[in-house]
């Protein structure tokens, strides 16, 4: 077919093989299916850079269209390896959108990527033959490698648009991608000389003598591989006695001998040996493959492994085999022995990766359930494999994705997603690549997805890494987070069958009666067969602004609840399944919680993470991870924590794993995206204030290399083999908590805000380093755990809008004694049995409160002279200057008024009882030099009277600051310092010293 576009021949007619040389081609793509093109997004990304993405079939040909947002490019993959080298990438494809710069990017078996320089591709009617020699493939710009050769197999193929506009619509249309090479030389394997068995982690020797039909004139490339199914097991280079392009017709020429190591933990049973030269085809003994014969491995016998959390030295900690473990580890989208064996040589050995007992859903894993009777645990194996060849001393727990395999929705259309665009009337959600996917309530897919998994873990624990196996990360929904489908597409669900039939025998568990459920909803008529799931623009409005009046919006408050506790539910019914098919020897780890993160959006109430509760009281769910909270990355003036109620997971016994996904100066985008920097020196700061948080907080953590070489650097690798080198050395120790300000959250009381409200940013994650810089650490837990966790001297209640009966009497047992100081923020206790009772915010807080239903700035300005006031900067004012609604104030006349509201009504009091003090403020986002203030009344001991961040435990005092210099720090007894960066010992006995820090620097001290 004529190339259309001029410019397009001018690059790509060169290269074309030999002229009137017979050619071999391998089609890698035939048209269809779309679903072999992933966009290689998570969700998040896919919102955040498109504005429509959709890679479909039209004919007999793949349509991807889009329009983006942000990004002057996008690009799609293939995820099929190419085995061999190839001359030509030929492509035959329509542009029918806007014009762009079009270009092929392939990537290697290690992850580097290769593309060839983009030409214009402006719209036309006509199909295109594009071919793209490989002579002009070159390491992509945005890329490296470090061995400076493509390493193959290929592990995919993109394609890629550059230089395209926000706005526009794009539409590529692409018929076929095919290989060419030349036609096979053909090679005969005379000769082989190989072991017929061998065990695993021997080395095989390999002898062979090949014998070209004609003068030969291929590559120098031979190697041998161990084979097994469609797995490449181990390869090895093939020394050739003398140079192809010498060979003659009927020479025999001596090959080897090669050294091929079988894997140490490769499966037993029959493998095949092959040689494999270049673009020819050797035929061997046994096929046309260069099979060179076949070897019987015996493989290692695993021990038993057995993993757990336990108590230990004040929190929960990991133990393998009995012996307790710091946690530290690593995972990555992107497996690559390269990392593997640095971090292993790091000292750090415990891993993960993706994988899948059914479908990955991103394109992180190939799927494994690939027809109703057919499994597929190729991956799985060669990504364990890669691990453990590369650190002999790893574990791992892989992260598996729960959705439903390709087929499965054809099959159960009934049990999927819906969502309400906004009309109300539902249509199918569509997932990454076009996909619908099941309901969390649909019972069909719960006990389709739990044989799955059973099949999954009877694989694994019959391999011989059944000992090297950790436990299993259970992962579901957008972006694996456990968060209800459509939370990133804002696309509210979920209206299908399954899901309505399970709210409603929710709603008749939760009211008994139909006559309690018409009261609560305020409905003469609805029963619990009527029941409806609100529809969009009921859930989207509120009657007192950022609050819910349970008069007019129970059903939305109801369906916001039930949510949460379909996902705790899902997420529990999985974890008993792993545990039971484990006996209970292997742990359970699942994203939940994130209570501090989804703040002033709609995921705070659509995503279905305010149940923690439940998911906390589970036997089965042994740790809880979060990302490492994406709000204040920035070096110095940032500050780490946790999407969640960390004290409370590790109160009920769980351990805390922090993903740290920051990106460092060696990722690519932008300074700036998601806490990346543009020197080695800012991203170690940031890497030690995460590591500081982790350790002085009894946590584990992984450093989450997502793309693969986001620490490939000496420098950085040295100090992660510190860090590893102090958390392994601080199990030993003391760890137990020594806040004593606690941060209490009601996460069920959040279903009664507004969904989307903007009022939850000030109040909870934006209070979150104003906390954290008083010169003390802080806890944060559930309202629940008030009487599971030791007494603290001031607690800060930050929304717990409509506690319960129990609940209210626990405050009153624990907080209003022993001389302790409350802070309520916003509206403490305003609903009460059910209904907005503004009297049940005195009766909770001892202030009596005012109720205005209107919009105003929530913003205080402090004054008077009450000694809590002392120290304070003049003129200091705090909350958020845009109207809130309601309003609350303070209308007590035994209160002392500390500040007042832009209408001067009382905005910050104090009131001091016998026994206990109580605090109210209408604003939120209490500064530190406030809080602080507090924090010394109350008797809290001060680290610092410095605004830095400060983590500590029993036995660690971690220190982060933005400005540079001396800074004094008192301790609470008397101990040998010891700076555990530098190793230097700052004295014996010190109760206070001064040092020096360095600007946006940490320090972590041990405390002997």
């Known amino acids: 077919m004529a190339i259309a576009v001029g410019c397009l021949a001018l690059l790509l007619a060169a290269g074309s093989g030999a002229s009137g040389a017979a050619v071999q081609r391998e089609v890698l793509f035939a048209g269809t299916p779309a679903d072999a093109?992933?966009?290689?997004?998570?969700?998040?990304?896919?919102?955040?850079?498109?504005?429509?993405?959709?890679?479909?079939?039209?004919?007999?040909?793949?349509?991807?269209?889009?329009?983006?947002?942000?990004?002057?490019?996008?690009?799609?993959?293939?995820?099929?390896?190419?085995?061999?080298?190839?001359?030509?990438?030929?492509?035959?494809?329509?542009?029918?959108?806007?014009?762009?710069?079009?270009?092929?990017?392939?990537?290697?078996?290690?992850?580097?990527?290769?593309?060839?320089?983009?030409?214009?591709?402006?719209?036309?009617?006509?199909?295109?033959?594009?071919?793209?020699?490989?002579?002009?493939?070159?390491?992509?710009?945005?890329?490296?490698?470090?061995?400076?050769?493509?390493?193959?197999?290929?592990?995919?193929?993109?394609?890629?648009?550059?230089?395209?506009?926000?706005?526009?619509?794009?539409?590529?249309?692409?018929?076929?991608?095919?290989?060419?090479?030349?036609?096979?030389?053909?090679?005969?394997?005379?000769?082989?000389?190989?072991?017929?068995?061998?065990?695993a982690g021997d080395t095989l020797t390999v002898r062979a003598v090949l014998s070209p039909e004609t003068d030969y004139r291929g590559s120098d490339l031979a190697e041998v591989l161990l084979v097994q199914g469609r797995s490449v097991i181990a390869r090895a280079s093939l020394p050739l006695a003398k140079p192809s392009d010498q060979w003659r017709a009927g020479e025999r020429v001596a090959a080897g001998p090669a050294r091929l190591r079988v894997p140490r933990f490769a499966r037993g049973g029959r493998y095949g040996v092959r040689v494999r030269l270049g673009f020819a085809e050797v035929i061997g003994a046994?096929?046309?493959?260069?099979?060179?014969?076949?070897?019987?491995?015996?493989?290692?016998?695993?021990?038993?492994g057995v993993a757990e959390v336990k108590p230990y030295r004040g929190v929960p900690t990991l133990f393998l085999n009995g012996r307790p473990n710091a946690a530290m580890s690593y995972m990555t989208y992107n497996p690559q022995a390269k990392h593997f064996r640095q971090f292993g040589e790091a000292g750090v050995h415990l891993y993960s990766f993706s994988a899948t007992p059914s479908e990955a859903g991103y394109g992180l894993a190939r799927e494994t359930w690939v027809a109703p009777d057919q499994w597929d645990y190729s991956q799985t194996d060669e990504r364990t494999l890669l691990v453990l060849e590369n650190d002999p001393e790893g574990y791992f727990f892989p992260r598996l994705y729960l959705r439903a395999p390709k087929w499965w929705p054809d099959a159960h259309p009934e049990e999927c997603v819906t969502y309400d665009p906004g009309d109300g009337q539902p249509i199918p959600f569509l997932h990454s690549e076009g996909r619908q996917v099941p309901s969390w309530a649909s019972e069909v897919w719960r006990r389709d997805t739990a044989e799955a998994l059973r099949r999954y873990i009877r694989h694994m624990e019959q391999s011989p890494w059944a000992d090297r196996v950790v436990g299993y990360h259970l992962a579901s929904g957008t972006t694996e987070e456990w968060m209800q489908w459509g939370g990133n597409e804002d696309q509210w669900v979920d209206y299908s069958r399954p899901n309505l039939l399970k709210f409603r025998a929710w709603l008749k568990e939760k009211y008994g009666t139909e006559a309690a459920l018409r009261q609560a909803w305020g409905d003469a008529a609805v029963t619990f067969e009527t029941a409806a799931i609100p529809t969009r623009r009921e859930r989207e409005a509120a009657a007192l602004f950022s609050l819910h009046d349970p008069a007019t919006h129970q059903a939305v408050i109801d369906y916001t609840l039930y949510t949460s506790d379909l996902v705790a539910e899902t997420i529990a019914y999985f974890a008993r399944v792993v545990k039971e098919a484990t006996r209970r020897e292997k742990l359970v780890g699942v994203f939940y919680g994130y209570v501090l993160q989804l703040c002033a959006e709609q995921r705070q109430q659509n995503a279905g993470h305010l149940a923690m509760d439940r998911v906390l009281g589970c036997p089965d769910v042994d740790f809880i991870t979060s990302p490492t909270s994406y709000a204040f990355r920035a070096p110095g003036s940032g500050y780490s924590h946790f999407m969640s109620l960390t004290d409370s997971v590790k109160a009920h016994g769980k351990l805390w794993m922090d993903e740290n996904d920051i990106r460092t100066w060696l990722t690519p985008g932008a300074v700036g995206d998601w806490g990346k920097t543009a020197t080695y020196e800012e991203s170690l700061g940031q890497q030690r204030r995460e590591f500081a948080n982790v350790l002085a907080n009894g946590c584990g953590k992984w450093w989450f290399d997502m793309g693969g070489g986001w620490y490939d650097d000496p420098r950085m690798m040295a100090e992660i083999g510190k860090m590893r080198a102090i958390a392994d050395a601080s199990v030993a120790w003391d760890r137990s908590p020594v806040h004593e300000v606690a941060l209490v959250v009601d996460p069920r009381s959040l279903a009664w805000m507004r969904t989307g409200n903007a009022l939850s940013g000030p109040l909870l994650m934006e209070q979150l380093p104003q906390l954290g810089r008083i010169g003390a650490p802080f806890g944060?837990?559930?309202?629940?755990?008030?009487?599971?966790?030791?007494?603290?001297?001031?607690?800060?209640?930050?929304?717990?809008?409509?506690?319960?009966?129990?609940?209210?009497?626990?405050?009153?047992?624990?907080?209003?004694?022993?001389?302790?100081?409350?802070?309520?923020?916003?509206?403490?206790?305003?609903?009460?049995?059910?209904?907005?009772?503004?009297?049940?915010?005195?009766?909770?807080?001892?202030?009596?409160?005012?109720?205005?239903?209107?919009?105003?700035?929530?913003?205080?300005?402090?004054?008077?002279?009450?000694?809590?006031?002392?120290?304070?900067?003049?003129?200091?004012?705090?909350?958020?200057?845009?109207?809130?609604?309601?309003?609350?104030?303070?209308?007590?006349?035994?209160?002392?008024?500390?500040?007042?509201?832009?209408?001067?009504?009382?905005?910050?009091?104090?009131?001091?009882?016998?026994?206990?003090?109580?605090?109210y403020s209408s604003a939120p986002a209490l500064p530190t030099a406030l809080l602080r203030s507090l924090a010394r009344a109350a008797g809290v001991h001060l680290y610092t009277e410095d605004d830095v961040v400060v983590y500590a435990n029993r036995s660690l005092l971690a220190v982060n600051v933005n400005e540079g210099g001396p800074r004094t720090i008192r301790l609470p007894r008397p101990a040998r310092v010891t700076e555990l960066f530098s190793g230097k010992v700052l004295g014996e006995g010190l109760r206070e010293f001064t040092t020096e820090i360095p600007a946006t620097g940490t320090l972590l001290f041990h405390l002997e």
């Not at 509201?901 to 016998?914: A, D, H, I, S």
């Open 37 to 199: 093109w992933d966009s290689g997004r998570d969700a998040a990304r896919m919102t955040r850079e498109y504005a429509r993405h959709e890679v479909t079939t039209t004919g007999n040909a793949l349509c991807w269209r889009f329009v983006s947002r942000e990004p002057p490019f996008a690009d799609l993959f293939l995820r099929r390896p190419i085995e061999r080298p190839f001359t030509v990438l030929h492509l035959r494809l329509r542009n029918g959108g806007g014009p762009f710069r079009f270009a092929v990017k392939l990537v290697d078996a290690n992850g580097a990527e290769y593309t060839v320089p983009p030409v214009a591709l402006p719209a036309s009617d006509a199909w295109q033959e594009v071919r793209l020699p490989w002579e002009r493939f070159a390491v992509a710009s945005w890329s490296k490698d470090p061995d400076g050769q493509f390493n193959w197999p290929a592990r995919a193929l993109a394609i890629i648009a550059f230089e395209v506009e926000p706005g526009q619509e794009y539409e590529l249309r692409l018929a076929e991608v095919t290989l060419e090479r030349p036609a096979p030389q053909r090679v005969r394997l005379t000769r082989a000389v190989m072991p017929r068995s061998a065990a």
């Open 286 to 304: 046994r096929d046309k493959e260069g099979t060179m014969g076949e070897v019987t491995v015996r493989a290692r016998r695993p021990g038993r």
């Open 780 to 919: 944060s837990y559930l309202l629940d755990d008030l009487e599971r966790i030791p007494p603290h001297r001031m607690y800060v209640f930050a929304s717990c809008f409509a506690p319960t009966a129990e609940q209210r009497a626990m405050i009153d047992r624990v907080v209003k004694c022993d001389g302790r100081l409350a802070v309520w923020i916003h509206a403490p206790g305003i609903y009460r049995d059910g209904r907005l009772a503004p009297e049940g915010m005195q009766a909770l807080t001892g202030i009596r409160l005012r109720l205005d239903r209107e919009e105003a700035p929530l913003r205080v300005a402090v004054s008077g002279a009450d000694p809590l006031l002392a120290g304070l900067p003049a003129g200091l004012t705090y909350g958020p200057e845009r109207p809130f609604g309601p309003v609350i104030s303070a209308d007590d006349p035994e209160a002392t008024v500390l500040g007042t509201l832009t209408n001067g009504r009382p905005g910050l009091v104090v009131r001091r009882f016998e026994g206990w003090t109580s605090a």
